[in-house]
């Protein structure tokens, strides 16, 4: 039996490196309506996806705008890449992966 816990890891890419951006950052950043508050993007995900679970969240600044990339896993063994513009809450792109 597999278990899979949530791994919250924000990071924002810049100039081509990764770089953490710390959960303050993105407190800040929400509270300044910079961006949306990740809840709001997990919350749609995870009604896109009902029987999906969160394995990792990351937020880059990728091409002038910051993106949530949200990665579910179903039941099925699905994978589900969902890239949020986070500003906007606009699903931009998705990739699906069989496990």
Do not use: N
């Not at 910051?66 to 809450?89: H, M």
């Amino acid at each position: 039996m597999h278990r899979f816990f949530p791994i919250i890891g924000l990071l924002v890419a810049v100039s081509g490196q990764a770089h953490h951006l710390d959960h303050e950052q993105a407190l800040r950043m929400s509270r300044q309506g910079e961006i949306l508050p990740v809840q709001q993007l997990l919350d749609s995900a995870i009604a896109s996806h009902p029987d999906a679970r969160l394995l990792d969240m990351k937020l880059r600044h990728k091409h002038g705008r910051y993106l949530y990339k949200l990665q579910l896993l179903d039941r099925s063994g699905q994978v589900y890449k969902l890239y949020f513009d986070a500003q906007s809450g606009e699903l931009v792109k998705q990739k699906t992966y069989e496990d």
